[in-house]
């Protein structure tokens, strides 16, 4: 059973140019959110998507957009890259639905590198 | 609004020795309760968590967390430290009620066990 899985691993980016990440969940996870962190700093809850809709957002600027596919698997999107933006990209699936609640799983992350 | 508190930037313990690391939460309702780790260039891995019942809560490795409702706390423990978990370590809440997902990371506490 895989787990979460995200790619790119690593990524280099110019100031001003866009950046697309991509995430697969958890098989059976129909939920996913994405986080940004900084070096040095705990994850930071960028968005959260659910039935191909984005359901809670953090305090990050319209830069930063996602979608989400039929599938589950998610994009994040981020224009008009800034220095700001190099940081770890987690990507963590649940279930949103269930008796019980689940945990998050994490992907291992997309590193960014904005110059 | 739901946050979390990780008062100590760094524990140090000797290996064999039992280890400690502090968290405080604020919720307006029942929190669930999440203790990750991770070591370096890598994503999170779920430890344990709090959701209802039994205060004390075993997780992998032989970790445990007691949650205190009435100090707001929900320390992360383990009898025996090893030389392997020397790593990163997040605590997490959710606050249920609304039905909202996000999950909200303290800064981290890194943990080094001494040989």
């Known amino acids: 059973d895989a787990g979460v899985t995200q790619s790119p691993t690593h990524l280099i980016k110019t100031r001003g140019q866009q950046v697309t990440l991509r995430c697969s969940p958890k098989?059976?996870?129909?939920?996913v959110s994405w986080y940004q962190q900084a070096l040095g700093q705990g994850p930071q809850f960028i968005f959260q998507?659910?039935?191909?809709?984005?359901?809670q957002r953090g305090n990050f600027p319209d830069r930063f957009s996602g979608h989400q596919f039929p599938n589950y698997s998610s994009e994040l999107n981020v224009n008009a890259l800034l220095l700001g933006d190099s940081a770890l990209y987690l990507c963590?699936?649940?279930?949103?639905?269930?008796?019980?609640?689940?945990?998050?799983?994490f992907g291992q992350g997309t590193r960014l590198t904005v110059v | 609004a739901q946050s979390v508190a990780q008062p100590e930037d760094q524990v140090n313990v000797a290996e064999g020795n039992p280890l400690t690391v502090k968290c405080t939460y604020s919720?307006?309702?029942?929190?669930?309760l999440f203790w990750y780790v991770q070591y370096p260039n890598r994503g999170l891995q779920f430890l344990l968590k709090?959701?209802?019942?039994?205060?004390l809560v075993k997780g992998s490795y032989g970790f445990e967390a007691e949650f205190n409702k009435s100090q707001t706390s929900f320390h992360l423990k383990k009898p025996s430290a090893l030389v392997s978990d020397s790593a990163l370590y997040f605590c997490?809440?959710?606050?249920?009620?609304?039905?909202?997902?996000?999950?909200?990371f303290g800064i981290g506490t890194k943990l080094q066990v001494i040989p």
């Open positions: 963590a699936s649940s279930l949103r639905d269930s008796i019980s609640y689940t945990e998050a799983f």
């Open positions: 098989s059976g996870h129909d939920t």
């Open positions: 998507y659910y039935e191909e809709e984005e359901r």
């Open positions: 919720v307006s309702g029942n929190p669930y």
């Open positions: 709090y959701i209802t019942g039994d205060n």
């Open positions: 997490a809440v959710r606050d249920p009620s609304g039905g909202y997902q996000k999950v909200t």
